[in-house]
């Protein structure tokens, strides 16, 4: 059996067959219409703090590399999160083969060139990350925009493993410190809307932060991003419109239906 992914054959329009909850009404990404989101609703900033944090494995999964967080602490509250506490389980990618596309959500129909997720889950009210992955309230997701530019210095300690990495299946361990909060944007305005994991098995269990300025990473980082392969080194490559490569990982934005986006305006923030 072909397992999911994002070729024609086995792509996001295939995976309602497969995982029934990726046809629900609160799935994700979603394209964030601007002008109709809620503002004024008694949001504030996002607490995010991180300290000594470890990857203690850095994978091709075949759908994106994937760093897994091994040891350090870590703190998400406030915003949409109430009074309940997140700590960072893992993050990852999703990218174009283009630098005008890649991003998972999309503002007013633009799409950046990757959107990077920083993956929580609630430790308040659950005992691990597979438990609150498939819980109502479980999962809180921070979603950065990448654009192409200068290059991102904390990025590169992703970037210059991933040649160790280039097949599916592969893992590496990251020795140096990594702090997550070098890849949130110094302007800190963000939308949030309940929704789902973007990959399968979608459950609809994400507190969505995504955040409206874009960060910036060179075009040298994206290659090493598109260099990975989307197969296992002892498989052939696909014969499919991808030709093994992993590159077009997104999924297209889903319908909004009855769900309200509010927005947190930073201080720096222009009208
Ligand atoms: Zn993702």
Same mark, same amino acid.
Request: charged content about 20%; hydrophobic content about 30%.
């Given at each position: 059996?072909? =397992?999911?992914g994002y070729s024609?054959?086995?792509g996001p ?9 990726? @046809? @629900? /009404?609160?799935?994700?990404p979603? $394209?964030? %219409?601007? $002008?109709?989101?809620? @503002? ?8 995010? #703090? ?13 759908h994106s590399w994937?760093?897994?967080? =091994? ?10 999160? =109430?009074?309940? !506490?997140?700590?960072? *389980?893992?993050?990852?990618c999703h990218w174009g083969n283009a630098n005008d596309h890649g991003s998972e959500h999309t503002?007013?129909g633009k799409c950046y060139a990757a959107e990077l ?28 925009f990448l654009t192409v530019? !200068? *290059?991102?210095?904390?990025?590169? %300690?992703?970037? %210059? ?6 097949? /599916? =299946? ?8 990594? !702090? ?18 973007t ?15 874009p960060?910036?990473i #060179?075009q *040298?980082q994206m290659g090493a991003f598109r260099s990975l %392969?989307s197969?296992?080194?002892? *498989? $052939?490559?696909?014969?499919?419109e991808l030709a093994?490569a992993l590159v077009e990982n997104y999924r297209p934005p ?16 222009? !009208?």
């Amino acid at each position: 059996m072909v =397992g999911w992914g994002y070729s024609k054959a086995n792509g996001p329009a295939t995976w309602p067959a497969m995982y029934p909850v990726a @046809g @629900g /009404k609160r799935q994700s990404p979603i $394209d964030i %219409k601007a $002008d109709a989101c809620q @503002g004024n609703c008694g949001l504030n900033k996002i607490q995010a #703090s991180y300290s000594g944090i470890k990857v203690s494995e850095l994978s091709n999964s075949g759908h994106s590399w994937k760093a897994q967080i =091994g040891s350090g602490t870590s703190s998400l509250r406030s915003g949409p999160l =109430g009074s309940d !506490e997140y700590v960072l *389980e893992q993050f990852h990618c999703h990218w174009g083969n283009a630098n005008d596309h890649g991003s998972e959500h999309t503002v007013d129909g633009k799409c950046y060139a990757a959107e990077l997720h920083l993956v929580h889950w609630n430790k308040s009210k659950f005992s691990s990350f597979a438990e609150a992955a498939a819980s109502d309230g479980g999962l809180a997701v921070l979603g950065i925009f990448l654009t192409v530019g !200068e *290059e991102h210095p904390e990025m590169n %300690k992703i970037t %210059k493993m991933l040649p160790f990495i280039q097949h /599916k =299946g592969q893992a590496i361990t990251i020795t140096d410190i990594v !702090e997550p909060a070098a890849f949130l944007p110094k302007n800190r305005t963000y939308w949030t809307y309940a929704g789902s994991l973007t990959t399968p098995p979608c459950y609809e269990s994400v507190t969505w932060i995504v955040y409206k300025h874009p960060i910036t990473i #060179s075009q *040298e980082q994206m290659g090493a991003f598109r260099s990975l %392969k989307s197969y296992h080194p002892c *498989e $052939d490559c696909p014969q499919d419109e991808l030709a093994g490569a992993l590159v077009e990982n997104y999924r297209p934005p889903c319908p909004l239906y009855d769900r309200t986006i509010k927005v947190f305006k930073d201080s720096q923030e222009e !009208e």
